[in-house]
């Protein structure tokens, strides 16, 4: 799940004023203003100028407000991996057939996928540290639910909970950072921070859960429930109120019908396992689509949409999207159920497991820490399509390797594998706020984690139905591993076919 850990620091760019900013942004021009190093003494590409707080409100305490910004970010994190190597003792207490496995893991990005726009809507309009502490109370709350759930729908009810709680939390946290880094270059330097414990919290997850899973796979989700009520106990007298109204209601109804959407397409995806053309599957497919189109419709009426439908005219935006999407489909969705796989077959503990994961996104956060190295040398669009290709030939390398019994012959595929994973963590974010104007950026980063929660939740039943289509799990893996080196593959000649015209 590492390519999630860089393009966070993107998701929820604070705009005060989106409403009034796509009335003065030209619609047939999406090339972004120009940045803090093109026009002396400006801020940062998408980000505000620098402004007087006003009388009345309190001045932020700046390392506080980074600290707990932070480790409640780690905490979302960490709870959105935890499920990777405990999944096997999760379904077996949950009584979870393998094709409904996919429900358990799916449960977070749905929630994120569904509600991360409209969270920083809320946050803006209603105040920040609001948001943030609502989120974080919820994390913790939904969080030690769902240690306590029973049955497989419990416990994704409780998932889908703490992915909400997480946009939540995602959102605001930027804000309240640009709010207490007034300075430009301690902002970077903050959201560098932050951007850090994304990639920690993605990391130590499966860490923190494997090391837990000998004593009883409940606890991962106790001690993480109990770490978010502590950050916000702590918040509610370290933070500081920001606020930055837009002039508009949030898109709750765009919100609730891209929800809707996801829920039944995955749901065509899971019940597909059991049979391509049953009615169920057929008529879950046609829910998905009628309620997509519902969704273009609010989107082009809504004063203030989730997304800006016109921007899908601009091959820089089809660029970030693609990239966002396939990351989801054809990365995100095998390495997810991959831990699971490793200890069906190959008789891994949780804890091997996770040091072995730890190979992946770790090589991946250290090559897109170095990958800044290559700006100017390599443009975003190439090092997202090198990206993809080093995915597809990394997971070439893997097949076979769960049949032979050898785990040692996965790891030139991880190895390679790392380093797309961290040129693609490298290239999103930057193609995200370029690929808009820049009053538009963090629509434009908000779609694209958007697409990559899409790709994740259909990646994730995608590759669980191929795996559990044949007779034996070896098997079923090699042709999932197949599908995403196709994915991959794919996705690195559409970015590079759909280059910018000069």
């Known amino acids: 799940m590492s390519q999630l850990d860089r393009t966070h620091t993107t998701v929820t760019t604070p705009s005060a004023h989106p409403g009034r900013e796509a009335r003065r942004a030209p619609a047939s021009d999406p090339r972004p203003a120009p940045s803090a190093q093109e026009t002396p003494g400006a801020a940062p590409s998408g980000e505000q100028a620098p402004r007087a707080a006003p009388s009345g409100e309190q001045t932020p305490r700046a390392a506080p407000t980074l600290a707990l910004t932070s480790a409640a970010t780690a905490v979302a994190l960490m709870t959105y991996t935890a499920p990777l190597v405990t999944l096997p003792d999760t379904a077996a207490a949950l009584h979870t057939s393998v094709s409904a496995q996919a429900w358990l893991l799916n449960g977070t990005p749905l929630g994120l996928a569904a509600l991360l726009l409209v969270a920083g809507s809320l946050a803006d309009d209603y105040g920040r540290r609001r948001i943030f502490l609502g989120g974080t109370v919820a994390l913790g709350i939904t969080t030690a639910l769902g240690a306590l759930a029973s049955s497989t729908w419990l416990f994704t009810l409780a998932r889908v909970a703490q992915g909400a709680a997480s946009a939540a939390i995602l959102a605001s946290s930027l804000g309240l950072i640009v709010h207490a880094f007034p300075n430009p270059r301690e902002r970077l330097h903050a959201t560098g921070v932050w951007g ?282 090699d042709i999932a591993i197949g599908v995403s080196a196709g994915l991959t593959g794919v996705a690195a000649l559409s970015v590079l076919a759909l280059r910018r015209r000069v």
């Not at 109120?241 to 891209?258: I, M, N, V």
């Not at 597909?272 to 519902?294: K, N, Q, T």
């Not at 190295?373 to 990206?387: F, I």
Request: proline share 4%; charged share 10%; aromatic share 8%.
């Open 196 to 477: 850090a414990f994304v990639s920690g919290g993605i990391a130590v997850g499966p860490l923190l859960a494997g090391a837990i899973a000998g004593w009883n796979w409940r606890g991962a989700y106790a001690v993480l429930g109990a770490a978010a009520l502590i950050v916000a106990l702590l918040g509610t007298r370290a933070l500081t109120e920001s606020r930055a109204p837009r002039g508009g209601r949030p898109d709750l109804a765009g919100a609730l019908t891209f929800g809707l959407a996801l829920v039944a397409l995955v749901a065509a995806l899971t019940f597909g396992r059991d049979g391509w053309l049953r009615a169920p599957v057929g008529l879950l497919l046609a829910a998905f689509l009628v309620l997509m189109a519902g969704f273009v419709v609010i989107e082009r009426r809504a004063r203030t949409p989730m997304i800006d439908l016109g921007l899908l005219r601009h091959r820089r935006f089809l660029v970030s999207s693609a990239g966002g999407l396939f990351t989801g489909l054809g990365v995100i969705g095998l390495f997810s159920f991959l831990p699971t796989l490793l200890q069906r077959t190959l008789g891994l503990s949780a804890m091997d497991t996770a040091w072995l994961f730890l190979l992946w996104s770790g090589l991946s956060f250290a090559v897109a820490l170095q990958a800044r190295r290559l700006a100017g040398r390599v443009s975003p669009r190439h090092q997202l399509a090198l990206g993809f290709a080093l995915h597809a030939v990394g997971v070439l390398t893997m097949l076979g390797a769960l049949d032979s019994g050898s785990w040692t012959r996965l790891l030139p595929g991880f190895l390679v594998s790392g380093v797309g994973s961290g040129l693609l963590n490298a290239s999103l974010p930057h193609l995200a706020v370029e690929s808009v104007p820049a009053a538009r950026a963090a629509m434009g980063s908000g779609a694209q984690q958007t697409l990559r929660y899409i790709g994740s939740c259909a990646g994730v039943a995608l590759t669980i139905a191929l795996v559990t289509s044949t007779g034996g799990l070896a098997h079923g893996a």
